[in-house]
Each structure stands twice: as structure tokens, then as C-alpha cells.
């Protein structure tokens, strides 16, 4: 799922193509995909962009009428850029965005059509979209501190939560814990203040490096090669790989369609964390630490 960075760089590239420019026409291939009916969607066509902006890990593109596009992306919703009118690929493309510039259009992969287009007016609209979480780049130690706290959860929870913390999903989450060397599961009520420090620092660093790189890679073209797995991560999506900073074989912990991944000596101590479902099947045999599962690994 795009996060943080990700938007941003959507954002930054739209700003280039699409502000002050007249949205012509509005193409919708699914009929899952657009998730409100008032105002209707023809509302937007002929109207200008008047404005752009992140709400969590949504897109808002803002028209001068007062009306707002707002665009989620979710797991595998992507954007292009189309210099001329685009083709609509069939189960592909969701819809198209005929600007007088060029054509923007949101396709996702897979069968599982989670991505969603809402159309509000003004601000108050808008709002009720927004999820409420703290903007991580914009608070002080004290107010991420009061937001972490504010609810016990695991770490990799509370970073997750759209209602505590904006546009931090299951990649940068992995990317964060690792940098302040803090394990996924450990609680919320029982940091103590230097990790809530490191972690808050961690988080600022972490997104604002990813944010750079992702400007330079795309520098003058749109943002094509969005993906939650990038060169160049310490941790997520690095199963098995030996840990950057100590070289230890990464673990992970999966659940749903996501997964945790992190390093058990940098993270945890050395311990291992239960893995649901491998957890529950072997039971007693589930080895605790990396001591264990070499070992285990060498029989």
C-alpha cells in the first residue's frame, strides 16, 4: 500500500502536471470504485484543480468549485500519467482522469477491488474522510509522545493506526522499528521515555530519507515503480537476508495479507516472535530464540 513517502511523491508529480489545469472528463471503468453519490461525479468536469493535498494515505485533489476528489489507494491501487487521453485496459483500469495536460489513470492488480474514489464538498467534506492521525512529520516529541501513549497497543499497531499516526502502513512501520531498534510487539505502556525518544526520531528520519529518495528517483517523471518492497530497505520484505546492521538472518511474522518483519538480535534480544500460525502447529517445537532455530535449521 502506498504510505507516507509514496503519497507524497504522487503528490509532488500531480502538482507538476495537474494544478491549474481543467479536468475535462471523468472516465469510471468500475462501478466499484466510485463510493459516493452526492455530489455527482460529473460535478468536477470542465472545472480547474485548484489544489493538492495528503489526508493520511489518501490523495485529495481539490477543484475550484469547492468539490474534492479524494483518491485511496489502498494495497494495489497505482497511478499514471498519460500524455494523450489513455485507453482503459479491461479488469485493469479503474478510471481515467482527462486533463487538458494529459490523463491519469488508477489502475489496480489483482481480483480484490479495495481502491476507491469519494467526491466531497469543501472542507467539512473533507474532513470526515481524514482518519485523524497525528501528521508524524509535523509533531513535537511531546505530541507524538501523548499519541503513542494514548491507547496500549504493540508498536507496530499504534504506528499503523490511521486514528493515532498518518500515512505510516506495514513498510515504513518495519523501517521505523528497526532504525530505533525497538521490537514490534513490544507495548506502548511499557516504553520507557528514551525509547519513546529513539522512536520518535527514528520515525522522523526514516520518512524524511525515504521522502528524498523517492524525489530523486522520480525527479521529472511520475512515480511508476511504486511498490512496498524497495532496494534499499533495512527490514521489510528482506526475509531470510542478513540484517544491515548486524547481519543477522531477518525474521517475520505473518498475518492476513501483511507481514512483520525485523531483526530478532537488534530488535527483541535475540528472541523470536511467535509467528501464528507456525506457532500454533509446532507448538512446544517453535524454537525462542535464534540459537534455537539455527539449530533447528541444522538438523
Same mark, same amino acid.
Request: charged letters at 25%; a positive charge.
Given at each position: 500500500?502506498?504510505?507516507?513517502?509514496?503519497?507524497?511523491?504522487?503528490?509532488?508529480?500531480?502538482?507538476?502536471?495537474?494544478?491549474?489545469?481543467?479536468?475535462?472528463?471523468?472516465?469510471?471503468? =468500475?462501478?466499484?470504485?466510485?463510493?459516493?453519490? %452526492?455530489?455527482?461525479?460529473?460535478?468536477?468536469?470542465?472545472?480547474?484543480?485548484? =489544489?493538492?493535498?495528503?489526508?493520511?494515505?489518501? /490523495?485529495?485533489?481539490?477543484?475550484? !468549485?469547492?468539490?474534492?476528489?479524494?483518491?485511496?489507494?489502498?494495497?494495489?491501487?497505482?497511478?499514471?500519467?498519460?500524455?494523450?487521453?489513455? *485507453?482503459?485496459?479491461?479488469?485493469?483500469?479503474?478510471?481515467?482522469?482527462?486533463?487538458?495536460? +494529459?490523463s491519469?489513470?488508477?489502475?489496480? &492488480?489483482? =481480483?480484490?477491488?479495495?481502491?476507491?474514489? %469519494?467526491?466531497?464538498?469543501?472542507?467539512?467534506?473533507?474532513?470526515?474522510?481524514?482518519?485523524? +492521525?497525528?501528521?508524524p512529520?509535523?509533531? #513535537? $516529541?511531546?505530541?507524538?509522545?501523548? *499519541?503513542?501513549? #494514548?491507547? !496500549?497497543?504493540?508498536?507496530?499497531?499504534?504506528?499503523?493506526?490511521?486514528?493515532?499516526?498518518?500515512?505510516?502502513? %506495514? &513498510?515504513? #512501520?518495519?523501517?521505523?522499528?528497526?532504525? @530505533? +531498534?525497538? #521490537?514490534?510487539?513490544?507495548?506502548?505502556?511499557?516504553?520507557?521515555?528514551?525509547?519513546?525518544?529513539?522512536?520518535?526520531?527514528?520515525?522522523?528520519?526514516?520518512?524524511?530519507?525515504?521522502?528524498?529518495?523517492?524525489? &530523486?528517483?522520480?525527479?521529472?517523471?511520475?512515480?511508476?515503480?511504486?511498490?512496498?518492497?524497495?532496494?534499499?530497505?533495512?527490514v521489510?520484505? *528482506?526475509?531470510?537476508?542478513?540484517?544491515?546492521?548486524?547481519?543477522?538472518?531477518?525474521?517475520? /511474522?505473518?498475518? @492476513?495479507? !501483511?507481514?512483520? !518483519?525485523?531483526? @530478532?538480535?537488534?530488535?527483541?534480544?535475540?528472541?523470536l $516472535?511467535?509467528?501464528?500460525?507456525?506457532?500454533?502447529?509446532?507448538?512446544?517445537?517453535?524454537?525462542?530464540t535464534?540459537?534455537?532455530?539455527?539449530?533447528l535449521?541444522?538438523?
Amino acid at each position: 500500500m502506498p504510505e507516507l513517502p509514496d503519497v507524497v511523491a504522487y503528490i509532488e508529480a500531480l502538482e507538476r502536471r495537474v494544478l491549474g489545469r481543467r479536468l475535462e472528463r471523468v472516465r469510471i471503468a =468500475s462501478p466499484f470504485l466510485l463510493r459516493s453519490v %452526492n455530489p455527482p461525479i460529473w460535478t468536477v468536469e470542465g472545472r480547474a484543480v485548484r =489544489s493538492l493535498r495528503r489526508l493520511g494515505k489518501r /490523495i485529495g485533489i481539490g477543484m475550484d !468549485n469547492g468539490c474534492w476528489m479524494v483518491l485511496h489507494l489502498m494495497i494495489a491501487g497505482r497511478l499514471h500519467w498519460h500524455e494523450a487521453e489513455a *485507453r482503459l485496459i479491461p479488469r485493469r483500469t479503474l478510471a481515467a482522469f482527462d486533463f487538458d495536460s +494529459g490523463s491519469l489513470t488508477l489502475t489496480e &492488480a489483482g =481480483s480484490k477491488k479495495r481502491a476507491s474514489l %469519494n467526491l466531497v464538498e469543501g472542507e467539512a467534506g473533507l474532513a470526515a474522510l481524514d482518519p485523524g +492521525g497525528l501528521e508524524p512529520l509535523e509533531a #513535537s $516529541l511531546d505530541e507524538f509522545a501523548a *499519541r503513542l501513549t #494514548s491507547e !496500549n497497543h504493540t508498536l507496530k499497531r499504534a504506528l499503523t493506526d490511521p486514528h493515532l499516526f498518518s500515512g505510516i502502513g %506495514n &513498510a515504513y #512501520s518495519d523501517e521505523i522499528l528497526h532504525a @530505533a +531498534g525497538l #521490537s514490534p510487539a513490544a507495548l506502548t505502556s511499557r516504553l520507557a521515555s528514551d525509547d519513546v525518544t529513539g522512536l520518535y526520531r527514528a520515525t522522523q528520519q526514516t520518512l524524511q530519507e525515504w521522502i528524498a529518495r523517492l524525489r &530523486a528517483e522520480a525527479r521529472e517523471h511520475f512515480p511508476e515503480k511504486v511498490t512496498a518492497f524497495r532496494e534499499g530497505m533495512a527490514v521489510h520484505g *528482506r526475509f531470510g537476508k542478513p540484517c544491515p546492521r548486524c547481519g543477522a538472518k531477518l525474521q517475520r /511474522i505473518r498475518y @492476513a495479507d !501483511n507481514e512483520t !518483519n525485523y531483526c @530478532a538480535r537488534c530488535q527483541t534480544g535475540g528472541k523470536l $516472535l511467535a509467528d501464528r500460525s507456525l506457532s500454533r502447529l509446532l507448538k512446544q517445537d517453535w524454537p525462542r530464540t535464534l540459537e534455537e532455530l539455527e539449530a533447528l535449521t541444522k538438523k
